[in-house]
């Protein structure tokens, strides 16, 4: 059977997930962290990310903080070169100001795999590599946060019998996340015509959870359909969470999005 859309459920939908190891995916029974059961401990994180905001030397850091840099510089993708005599920020440009809630919808699944790579053989959109930095609200980067995705595919169909296009991750120790997935697709649910959107959950260890969703700019390109005539007509389209997207040479985007969470009730 195809996947099921948007609010059914299709016990006979074929998870891509299953039969693709080379995506590094531990299975939703091998993680009991789920976004209201969150307790690990980042105290090394942590610790990291106050050396670091304090713009310390590298011959001044500790052994620990070098160990969380080059464990926090690893999967991230290496950074532009600065233009010469530009001054340098001690910290990445940050509001203060909390990232908007907005609903969870019907079809969040818990225990989902642990991954930054959503492609799959079966996953054919317009990819997005999508990266930022969870900040509390006093601008300092927040290691160890669980973030969890979830969205439809490239016909905008939720997998809601497996976990494709699903999963959650833990921030590094400079509070930075990536995902590489798709732009998903335009819908009909049970509140009418939704626009292209990724639901998220943010929670910092023993904080609050921030269920929220993030959209597209209005002159996104992708599968022919008009994103501002999208956007508009949906109620639940939230200016303060588009994706900031820059077009890729031969295809596709990368996106920034920044994430402002309380850590205290």
């Known amino acids: ?3 099921m859309r948007h609010d059914h459920h299709d016990p006979d939908h074929h998870d891509p997930d299953q039969h693709d190891p080379g995506h590094g995916v ?12 969150f307790i690990r401990v980042g105290s090394l994180g942590v610790t990291s990310v106050a050396v670091a905001a304090t713009g310390i030397s590298s011959t001044g850091l500790s052994a620990a903080a070098d160990a969380a840099e ?16 530009a001054p340098v920020a001690l910290t990445p440009a940050c509001s203060g100001q909390e ?11 818990p225990q989902s795999p642990q991954r930054t790579n959503f492609i799959t053989p079966a996953i054919s959109g317009v990819e997005l590599q999508l990266s930022g930095v969870v900040y509390d609200t006093a601008c300092t980067p927040l290691a160890d946060c669980q973030i969890e995705f979830w ?21 590094s120790a400079r509070g930075k996340y990536r995902l590489d997935t798709i732009i998903p697709r335009d819908y009909w649910g049970r509140w009418g015509r939704r626009t292209p959107h990724i639901h998220t959950q943010v929670q910092v260890s023993g904080g609050p959870l ?23 007509g949906d109620g639940s389209f939230n200016r303060a969470c588009v994706i900031a997207l820059t077009a890729k040479e031969g295809g596709g985007y990368t996106g920034t ?9």
């Not at 531990?26 to 059961?37: E, I, K, T, V």
């Not at 990232?99 to 699944?109: A, D, Q, V």
């Not at 169909?157 to 921030?171: I, K, M, N, P, V």
Request: one cysteine or more.
């Open 210 to 232: 921030l269920v929220t969703q993030l959209y597209f700019p209005d002159d996104t390109q992708a599968y022919g359909r008009d994103f501002a005539a999208l956007n508009a």
């Open 151 to 171: 969205q439809c595919d490239q016909n905008g169909d939720y997998d809601t019998a497996g976990f494709s296009l699903r999963g959650h991750q833990f921030t």
């Open 26 to 37: 531990s299975g939703p029974g091998q993680d009991s962290r789920s976004r209201r059961n």
């Open 257 to 265: 999005f920044d994430f402002v969470i309380k850590t205290t009730a």
């Open 70 to 85: 080059a464990a926090d510089a690893a999967p991230m993708a290496a950074a532009a070169p600065r233009t010469a005599g």
């Open 99 to 109: 990232t908007p809630e907005i609903m969870e919808g019907p079809l969040f699944k």
């Open 1 to 3: 059977m195809p996947p």
